[in-house]
Nanobody, 123 residues
Framework: QVQLVESGGGLAQAGGSLRLSCKAS????????MGWFRQAPGKEREFVAA????????YYADSVQGRFTISRDNAENTVYLQMNSLKPEDTAVYYC????????????????WGQGTQVTVSS
């Protein structure tokens, strides 16, 4: 079973940038599609971005398309989320997820989650 630990969250100003990291241990990292989700207070967890096992296929939520970039380093067992042009509405706890395929990267289907990292964007 893969274990996931996020880092890199914090406080940023609107228009600024943050880079989240998620390091995996146990299991075979390169065998998993990876994703990022977020959950704001009082809201359901929502999809942000996903990346296939070899990094060749990516998906983004419309709300972050063009501002966020997901990437992975299979040698380092790490997936990243580069967040640029941050907006106050990006404020949420961000979760890393591992799944068997990027095609079904949806909350009910995912078995492996990280503990989350807080991102707060001030206006």
């Amino acid at each position: 079973q893969v274990q996931l630990v996020e880092s890199g969250g914090g406080l940023a100003q609107a228009g600024g940038s943050l880079r989240l990291s998620c390091k995996a241990s146990r299991g075979t990292f390169s065998g998993y599609a990876m994703g990022w989700f977020r959950q704001a207070p009082g809201k359901e967890r929502e999809f942000v971005a996903a990346l296939s096992q070899n990094g060749g296929t990516t998906y983004y939520a419309d709300s972050v398309q063009g501002r966020f970039t997901i990437s992975r380093d299979n040698a380092e067992n790490t997936v990243y989320l580069q967040m640029n042009s941050l907006k106050p509405e990006d404020t949420a706890v961000y979760y890393c997820a591992a799944h068997s395929t990027v095609l079904t990267m949806r909350v009910p289907s995912i078995r492996y989650w990280g503990q989350g990292t807080q991102v707060t964007v001030s206006s």
